[in-house]
């Protein structure tokens, strides 16, 4: 994972990814960058004070690639290519909280959350959308 400097016109850091993986999707938010891997591996980087290094790798629990991420202050959310989306605390265990299964819609895409608004895009061409109650 390379970070480019847009300012100085230049790369900045280079970030190697552990093992057979490499960088599928990533979400920033605050000091926090988060990249999902095609091995469903999930990394935080710490960008304080332009560190960018590599603080903890989790498990997501994903028997596929992760597609994508949503971060916010208090859930973090992947999908991936298996078709579930998976909700986190986000602390440093990462705890699940939940798992939307989706057997019948391929791979999940891509996701988007906003306003309790999640939004899911799935490979056999179909967007669900789910509302907090």
Not at 21 to 31: I, L, Q, V
Not at 63 to 87: E, M, N, P, Y
Not at 104 to 115: H, L, P
Request: glycine content about 10%; some cysteine.
């Amino acid at each position: 994972l390379v970070v480019y400097d847009r300012a100085a016109g230049k790369r900045f850091k280079k970030i190697l990814i552990p093992g057979h993986g490499f960088p599928m999707s990533m979400s920033w938010h605050g000091n926090c960058l988060y990249v999902g891997d095609k091995t469903g591996s999930l990394y935080l980087i710490d960008t304080t004070d332009d560190a960018f290094e590599i603080v903890q790798q989790y498990n997501t629990g994903h028997s596929g690639k992760v597609t994508s991420i949503a971060t916010g202050l208090g859930s973090l959310i992947t999908s991936s290519s298996d078709g579930d989306i998976r909700f986190f605390h986000p602390s440093r265990n990462l705890d699940l909280m939940a798992t939307i299964k989706n057997p019948d819609c391929g791979e999940a895409a891509q996701i988007s959350y906003n306003d309790h608004i999640l939004a899911g895009a799935f490979s056999n061409n179909t967007v669900k959308i789910w509302a907090r109650a």
